[in-house]
């Protein structure tokens, strides 16, 4: 039959050619294969036929209605579907239990069916052999949590292509850092890695393309391959490509999501942590035929590095007057003596480490949601008032600024005698934008005007000077401490180099064959 043309002309002939064709031999999965219909849609065509034959063939036979136990919760149904138009006939199907619904599930499909608009042409999908390809999205939902009230999630999905074995996970945020940490979390629940990994033309992934080839971002770039794991983008306007990972999100959204209700984000991920093992994991895939965890075992995925990379976000921040550092709007303490200092934040998912500018650890503080604008303390931090706002913890930092600090510093405190420890650590916090060799320049600029305020200071600055960022000032500083600790190397004269060449010449070794250069 291979190759054989085929003209059908009605759904009729179609059903008789199947029907035809099982009984010469055809399997329903080489059936399904053939006409390019779901197994399910075979078996469907093929009960019917043998409904109908059980049942009698009669030309003037009149179709009457039959009762079922479903037309009860008829009413039920179409409130459901109201509700959550792409919810799964599985769903369905145990909530109509809840309510007391004795039937199968089965004519329950065949009615919804009926409910349903018909669904668009299939999307054919690419398969691939065990343990080479994974599929990555992400999809946005707004849940109405009881708790916390309706918000806006984002849901991180990955599936591996052969078995078609899902991860989930919700996030309030969509970054590259919840991208990178999220992919970690897909791993360690495979407990491997896939040869390659599809990815939609997102930012934290693709910069953009360049003669019809993507350029990936360098940092995604080193993440994923110290997983050994090759990305590739999907070209601009081909969903297609990603059949795999689109479908599982229809099914989040009909299986998981609807017909369920959320405390909060918390319960949610518990819940869909659930979800996987008990729902994902087991149900019949309608393309593979078979159960997810069951094809998993023949993926043969890449071993996990030894060591997990690290997806810490690193920032540099001056620490303000008040002994509190700021990031994502969150503000966190630290030790007194640190006021003024350039320190290195160390963000973690759920955690917040604070390094002083040689590095050690100085503080530790639980990281909140970005946004929420809360003020995390450490009591141990602030003995006394004095030290929060006083200015003997900065007398020594704002002395070594230079020669006129301390000079100045005398003014200020005969000027301020109150507010002096506030001007000074002002001062200091504009370390976050300018080098300290051009705020000593406007010290020595203010004093000469007898300005001591830190208001002056920064408006001499903003005239004079060039702003810096963190990262270029740490930098240079760096490179400065670099120079005066390497040995300094002095260049002869070239003419030095012809003398001791000639000088070498005369002295040369003895050919130990015998033989005389001169002579050849």
Not at 323 to 348: Q, W
Not at 455 to 465: D, F, M, Q, S, T
């Amino acid at each position: 039959m291979k190759g054989e043309s085929m003209f059908i002309g009605s759904r009729e002939a179609f059903s008789q050619k199947l029907i035809i064709m099982r009984n010469e031999g055809w399997s329903i999965h080489r059936l399904s294969k053939r006409f390019g219909i779901s197994r399910n849609t075979v078996r469907k065509i093929l009960r019917a036929h043998d409904n109908q034959r059980d049942s009698g063939h009669d030309a003037l036979k009149r179709r009457l209605k039959r009762t079922s136990k479903l037309d009860r919760f008829e009413p039920t149904i179409k409130q459901i579907l109201e509700k959550y138009p792409n919810i799964t006939g599985q769903r369905v199907y145990e909530k109509l239990r809840e309510a007391g619904y004795t039937g199968g599930i089965s004519i329950l499909q065949e009615r919804l069916q009926k409910h349903r608009p018909k669904e668009k042409e299939p999307v054919i999908r690419f398969e691939t052999e065990p343990g080479r390809q994974g599929q990555m999205d992400w999809s946005p939902y707004t849940i109405p949590f009881i708790r916390t009230g309706k918000n806006t999630v984002q849901c991180f999905s990955y599936i591996l292509g052969f078995s078609r074995r899902h991860y989930i996970d919700f996030t309030a945020r969509h970054d590259f850092y919840t991208l990178i940490r999220r992919h970690q979390d897909a791993f360690e629940y495979f407990n491997g890695v896939p040869k390659e990994c599809l990815y939609d033309n997102e930012k934290t992934v693709v910069l953009r393309w360049e003669a019809g080839r993507p350029v990936y971002n360098p940092a995604f770039t080193a993440f994923i391959t110290h997983y050994n794991c090759k990305p590739i983008a999907c070209r601009p306007r081909r969903p297609q490509t990603k059949g795999k990972i689109e479908a599982p999100f229809r099914y989040v959204e009909g299986n998981l999501l609807n017909g369920r209700d959320f405390r909060d984000m918390e319960d949610l991920r518990e819940t869909a942590r659930w979800w996987l093992k008990e729902k994902s994991d087991l149900h019949i895939h309608e393309t593979t035929g078979q159960a997810p965890l069951t094809l998993f075992a023949e993926e043969h995925l890449q071993p996990l590095p030894l060591h997990p990379y690290d997806t810490s976000e690193v920032r540099l921040r001056v620490c303000e007057s008040d002994g509190f550092i700021e990031f994502e709007t969150n503000r966190y303490s630290v030790p007194s003596g640190n006021i003024a200092d350039i320190l290195t934040i160390k963000a973690l998912e759920h955690e917040v480490m604070i390094y002083n500018p040689e590095i050690d650890l100085i503080a530790k503080h639980e990281r909140p949601p970005a946004g929420s604008g809360r003020r995390v303390e450490n009591p141990d931090h602030f003995r006394t008032k004095r030290d929060r706002y006083g200015l003997e913890p900065v007398r020594e930092a704002f002395v070594a600024l230079g020669d006129s600090a301390e000079e100045f510093l005398t003014g200020l405190m005969e000027r301020q005698p109150r507010n002096c420890g506030f001007h000074a650590r002002h001062i200091l916090r504009l370390k976050e934008h300018y080098q300290s060799d051009d705020i000593h320049k406007a010290l020595v600029h203010a004093l000469r005007y007898q300005a001591f305020e830190a208001g002056a200071v920064e408006r001499i600055l903003r005239a004079k000077a060039v702003p810096r960022t963190l990262e270029s000032i740490r930098n240079e500083l760096a490179s400065r401490e670099l120079e005066q600790a390497l040995p300094r190397i002095t260049q002869r004269p070239l003419d030095e180099y012809g003398a001791l060449l000639n000088q070498e010449k005369e002295h040369e070794w003895p050919d130990p064959t015998g033989r005389n250069p001169d002579e050849d």
